[in-house]
């Protein structure tokens, strides 16, 4: 096998393959991870959680715990009233919210298995678990509901008072009338129910907390696994306690994975702080994997009745979904605008539809809190989406491959407004029939159809599916998902500072925070190349809010498209002033010097150059700098995007569903995605091949399953089914590159891609494998009980 | 409390542990050898992996007690000299990490892997002999391609 890796060059790194500058702390057991963390004087955390999805809490007596070898204090929910609920900080916009958010511990009631009640803080962790079994709660359970659908009936049990028939939001995008006529009108009109089911996500690194607080300052330093230090500051100090965010500190060490998880300001983080400040020593709660399961948001969990409309030539003419969309007992922080923002107003998919209309119906539930999930809305939509074109196809008697290009929009088209559902954003650019044609190249699309019919002359049950995916990362302008836009209670700029040192060493601060991305390789890139220093020679710091300007951190895949140009932002601004600077060393007026490959020269006089290492000294020292020019090369840039991002591409699946248990197997998977430009292959590789495995495991094995009395059944990895190294073919990648205008660097973004994609794609497959049984659509997961079911009720 | 002795990383140590201790707790948080990580309660997970007696065995599934008088190996011990083990360059190699949490477990289980079958291995006994270390963030692929380079490696 040969090695992709180049050999760091001091420019144009943009695009190397290079290998990543954050590894050797990891690959050596040296990063340190919060549960890694041990302060002096260290106290530990233990969480007494609701045992029932539903119930009153009469009373609490601690007083046993309390008196247990080792504890140093018991506490409930009644010590933190004066700390507020947790801020529901993305509200669904043009519509009422109803929000119901947890407390550092609950105090009367609990709606969901696992919200926490009370909490043991002790010498040793294994002390402050044996303490939590002597807690006495005087618990009254009600009755409880957990079905979506069964929740907005009436007389369904009624989980927060202001949410009648348990809505959170009702909530509306694009033209319900035009797209009602256009389906009463429409040759043909497909009806179809979807389930998305729940999904746990699963950072391998579950979440984790440590605190120490300062009484002579009042100051409070929280450790935490979070994907966004800034916000957590912000959310915490402001709607939570109450004081400057001078007062605190947030730090986010090497986080072990996310997937969205770890956006969020959960109750443990404000307790742990709040019970540094109690107990007056450093504590730390680090959570166990059943606990992740209950307590960590949950993804996905929509249940959609779709409505396709189209002509008998495969030109769809109208698409409505109505999506009933589980947000589980009481709102996590963005919950209400995954379902709306970043669902409803993707429902165009890649497609010119003249006609579409949306309506989510937000819903409590006694289960555990959903949120953003690696794609975050976009999957679901994809899922709908794609979902739709096959039924088209299938109803039709069509290749879904001649629905896809009789319905996508041209590359002329750009930049296209999907008849308004994007409130005023466009997709910026794209090719989609160029990545469906390589993707159908690399799976030899014709041959397979051949292969397939000669398979089932022999009744086996051969399938490829499609999902022609675009997607909107890069969030995005301020201006347009604040809160006179889409409700986000914030902008979602983001910022870099760069500061070059006097010896010529780069140091970038930046304001977003990477949980596996490789931000630090791919930002020393990006210096690296425009600045024309060697890669080692670029330190990139972030995760903690004293000593990084405030950034809105990582998730939307906006870390790229969002991050890194803050950086290239400062980086031109710095050599501009080196410019300057060279020209005053050179004497030589500014307009004759251009910067390039890590020197400043005279034009035409490529030798009468001062180096950035020169400029840097110079500019540090000050002591000969241009008239009115002030020391120093520092520039920090604040980015707000003009527009989000939109990649692209195309997913194929090939199985073979075993005729007699319903088994699947997943024979290749191809994909090709179209990400804009890339800065470093060997990063996006991985992005979108770890993306695809989580995708493709939600179509064929993952699924949270909650009984009718809200206990999680899937509550450990021995039930949930995380996929292991050997279920999986070898992925076939290739890429497709068109720029994005919205930014210098014409990126979109990767991380979600795969997970976007993948996972109609491995549905498709599936259902087009068991079309010779009339099948047209089962839910997910498609375990093999799953698919035997379907087909024994096909076969009669 | 029960007295053990063990040798970690060529280090002898000496220590008294309560009897439910658990070896990756007392490497953790006795010895700070912090690299060894805790990812699951149902030991299915495999980011605990160490050498106990060279074999690859899952720390969370051991009591303390039970490896008195065994040497011990954790991703801190398996660089030599400042040198990185083949495997832990061919993991930087070919990107088989992304956020880290599971790569010292799963280098843990590829190195005994590795000594096991060599270069023989193919793609699928690599898949298989994996099976017990999950990975969230990379699919794997890079994973398996990193193995069977090192594989290479270190029959060579």
């Known amino acids: 096998m040969t090695t992709q890796v180049e050999e760091q060059t001091t420019t144009s790194v943009i695009g190397a393959r290079m290998k990543r500058v954050e590894d050797p702390r990891m690959i050596t057991g040296a990063a340190k991870y919060l549960d890694d963390l041990k302060l002096p004087g260290m106290a530990y955390v233990a969480i007494l959680r609701s045992p029932y999805a539903h119930a009153r809490i009469n009373g609490i007596d601690t007083s046993k715990a309390e008196a247990h070898p080792g504890v140093v204090g018991v506490y409930t929910g009644k010590d933190f009233e004066h700390l507020n609920?947790?801020?529901?900080?993305?509200?669904?916009?043009?519509?009422?919210?109803?929000?119901?958010?947890?407390?550092?511990?609950?105090?009367?009631?609990?709606?969901?298995?696992?919200?926490?009640?009370?909490?043991?803080?002790?010498?040793?962790?294994?002390?402050?678990?044996?303490?939590?079994?002597?807690?006495?709660?005087?618990?009254?359970?009600?009755?409880?509901?957990?079905?979506?659908?069964?929740?907005?009936?009436?007389?369904?049990?009624?989980?927060?008072?202001?949410?009648?028939?348990?809505?959170?939001?009702?909530?509306?995008?694009?033209?319900?009338?035009?797209?009602?006529?256009?389906?009463?009108?429409?040759?043909?009109?497909?009806?179809?129910?979807?389930?998305?089911?729940?999904?746990?996500?699963?950072?391998?690194?579950?979440?984790?907390?440590?605190?120490?607080?300062?009484?002579?300052?009042?100051?409070?330093?929280?450790?935490?696994?979070?994907?966004?230090?800034?916000?957590?500051?912000?959310?915490?100090?402001?709607?939570?306690?109450?004081?400057?965010?001078?007062?605190?500190?947030?730090?986010?060490?090497a986080v072990g994975g996310g997937f969205g998880t770890k956006i969020f300001l959960y109750p443990e983080y404000v307790l742990v702080a709040a019970l540094a400040e109690k107990t007056g020593r450093p504590v730390k709660w680090m959570e166990s994997r059943s606990e992740n399961y209950t307590a960590t948001t949950h993804g996905r969990d929509h249940v959609t009745y779709l409505k396709v409309g189209a002509k008998r030539d495969g030109t769809i003419t109208a698409l409505d979904a109505k999506t009933y969309a589980n947000l589980g007992g009481i709102l996590s922080t963005i919950a209400p605008g995954i379902p709306t923002t970043l669902y409803g107003r993707m429902l165009s998919?890649?497609?010119?539809?003249?006609?579409?209309?949306?309506?989510?119906?937000?819903?409590?539930?006694?289960?555990?809190?959903?949120?953003?999930?690696?794609?975050?809305?976009?999957?679901?939509?994809?899922?709908?989406?794609?979902?739709?074109?096959?039924?088209?196809?299938?109803?039709?008697?069509?290749?879904?491959?001649?629905?896809?290009?009789?319905?996508?929009?041209?590359?002329?088209?750009?930049?296209?407004?999907?008849?308004?559902?994007?409130?005023?954003?466009?997709?910026?650019?794209?090719?989609?029939?160029?990545?469906?044609?390589?993707?159908?190249?690399?799976?030899?699309?014709?041959?397979?159809?051949?292969?397939?019919?000669?398979?089932?002359?022999?009744?086996?049950?051969?399938?490829?599916?499609?999902?022609?995916?675009?997607?909107?990362?890069?969030?995005?302008?301020?201006?347009?998902?604040?809160?006179?836009?889409q409700g986000w209670g914030a902008g979602l700029w983001e910022s870099a500072n760069v500061r070059v040192h006097l010896t010529g060493k780069v140091v970038v601060t930046t304001g977003s925070q990477s949980h596996g991305q490789g931000h630090e390789t791919t930002v020393s890139q990006v210096v690296a190349s425009e600045l024309g220093v060697p890669v080692e020679d670029v330190t990139v710091e972030s995760s903690d809010t004293l000593g990084t300007p405030f950034g809105y951190g990582t998730y939307g895949s906006r870390s790229a498209a969002v991050g890194t140009v803050a950086v290239y932002n400062a980086l031109q601004r710095i050599k501009a002033k080196a410019r300057r600077v060279a020209a005053h060393m050179l004497e030589v007026d500014v307009d004759d010097v251009e910067y390039e490959g890590g020197r400043a020269f005279v034009k035409g006089s490529p030798a009468t150059a001062k180096t950035i290492q020169e400029i840097a000294g110079a500019a540090a020292l000050g002591y000969d700098l241009p008239p009115g020019e002030e020391p120093f090369l520092d520039d920090t840039s604040y980015y707000d995007p003009p527009n989000c991002t939109f990649p692209f591409g195309t997913h194929i699946a090939v199985v073979e569903v075993e005729g007699e248990t319903g088994e699947v197997k997943l024979l290749r998977y191809v994909a090709v995605d179209d990400v804009g430009k890339v800065i470093n292959p060997l990063i996006v590789d991985g992005q979108v091949q770890g993306g695809i495995v989580q995708g493709v495991a939600q179509a064929l094995w993952e699924g949270a399953v909650y009984d009718e009395n809200g206990q999680l059944l899937t509550s450990s990895l021995m039930e949930y089914a995380v996929p292991k190294a050997d279920v999986f073919p070898k992925i076939e990648l290739d890429r497709t590159e068109t720029p994005t205008d919205v930014n210098p660097l014409g990126v979109k973004g990767a991380g979600e891609t795969g997970t976007i994609a993948s996972t109609p794609a491995a549905v498709n497959a599936v259902v087009d494998a068991l079309a010779p049984l009339g099948i047209r659509h089962i839910d997910m997961p498609l375990t093999p009980e799953r698919v035997w079911r379907a087909m024994q009720e096909a076969r009669g | 409390m029960i007295p053990i002795a063990l040798t970690v990383n060529g280090v002898r140590h000496e220590a008294e542990v309560e009897p439910r201790t658990l070896l990756v707790d007392f490497l953790r948080d006795d010895l700070g050898l912090t690299g060894t990580k805790i990812g699951c309660d149902t030991s299915l997970c495999g980011a605990c992996t160490?050498?106990?007696?060279?074999?690859?065995?899952?720390?969370?599934?051991?009591?303390?007690?039970?490896?008195?008088?065994?040497?011990?190996?954790?991703?801190?011990?398996?660089?030599?000299?400042?040198?990185?083990?083949?495997?832990?360059?061919?993991?930087?190699?070919?990107?088989?990490?992304?956020?880290?949490?599971?790569?010292?477990?799963?280098?843990?289980?590829?190195?005994?892997?590795?000594?096991?079958?060599?270069?023989?291995?193919?793609?699928?006994?690599?898949?298989?002999?994996?099976?017990?270390?999950?990975?969230?963030?990379?699919?794997?692929?890079?994973?398996?391609?990193?193995?069977?380079?090192?594989?290479?490696?270190?029959?060579?």
């Open chain 1, 85 to 253: 609920a947790l801020p529901c900080a993305w509200q669904a916009s043009g519509a009422d919210n109803f929000v119901a958010t947890p407390r550092a511990l609950e105090i009367d009631r609990v709606t969901f298995t696992g919200a926490g009640v009370a909490a043991v803080v002790a010498e040793t962790r294994a002390a402050a678990e044996d303490a939590l079994s002597l807690i006495e709660v005087d618990w009254e359970p009600l009755e409880v509901v957990v079905d979506l659908e069964r929740a907005v009936e009436e007389g369904a049990p009624q989980l927060h008072e202001a949410a009648e028939r348990n809505i959170v939001m009702d909530w509306h995008c694009g033209d319900e009338n035009a797209t009602g006529k256009a389906l009463e009108g429409a040759e043909v009109v497909i009806e179809q129910r979807l389930v998305n089911q729940r999904l746990l996500p699963t950072p391998l690194e579950p979440r984790g907390a440590a605190a120490q607080h300062e009484p002579s300052t009042g100051e409070y330093t929280v450790w935490m696994t979070s994907q966004a230090p800034h916000v957590m500051r912000l959310l915490m100090t402001a709607f939570v306690f109450g004081i400057p965010e001078t007062k605190m500190r947030c730090i986010s060490p």
């Open chain 2, 50 to 156: 160490i050498h106990l007696d060279g074999h690859a065995v899952k720390s969370c599934t051991v009591l303390a007690v039970q490896a008195d008088g065994s040497e011990v190996t954790t991703i801190e011990g398996l660089a030599r000299g400042g040198d990185l083990h083949p495997l832990q360059e061919a993991f930087w190699e070919h990107h088989a990490l992304q956020c880290g949490f599971c790569t010292p477990g799963m280098i843990m289980t590829g190195v005994e892997l590795l000594g096991t079958n060599g270069d023989r291995l193919t793609e699928a006994e690599i898949r298989r002999g994996l099976e017990g270390n999950i990975c969230r963030c990379t699919g794997y692929q890079h994973i398996v391609e990193a193995v069977h380079a090192a594989a290479g490696e270190v029959t060579r």
């Open chain 1, 349 to 485: 998919g890649a497609y010119r539809i003249p006609n579409i209309h949306c309506q989510v119906l937000g819903v409590y539930t006694n289960t555990g809190m959903v949120d953003a999930y690696r794609g975050a809305g976009r999957p679901e939509a994809t899922y709908v989406v794609e979902r739709a074109v096959d039924l088209v196809a299938r109803e039709l008697d069509l290749d879904p491959v001649e629905v896809r290009r009789r319905n996508f929009i041209p590359p002329d088209a750009f930049p296209y407004d999907p008849v308004g559902i994007l409130a005023g954003l466009e997709y910026d650019t794209g090719d989609y029939e160029k990545a469906l044609s390589r993707a159908l190249e690399m799976v030899g699309y014709e041959d397979f159809r051949a292969e397939q019919a000669a398979a089932r002359e022999e009744g086996r049950y051969l399938g490829i599916g499609f999902s022609t995916y675009v997607e909107i990362c890069g969030v995005a302008p301020s201006a347009w998902i604040g809160v006179g836009g």
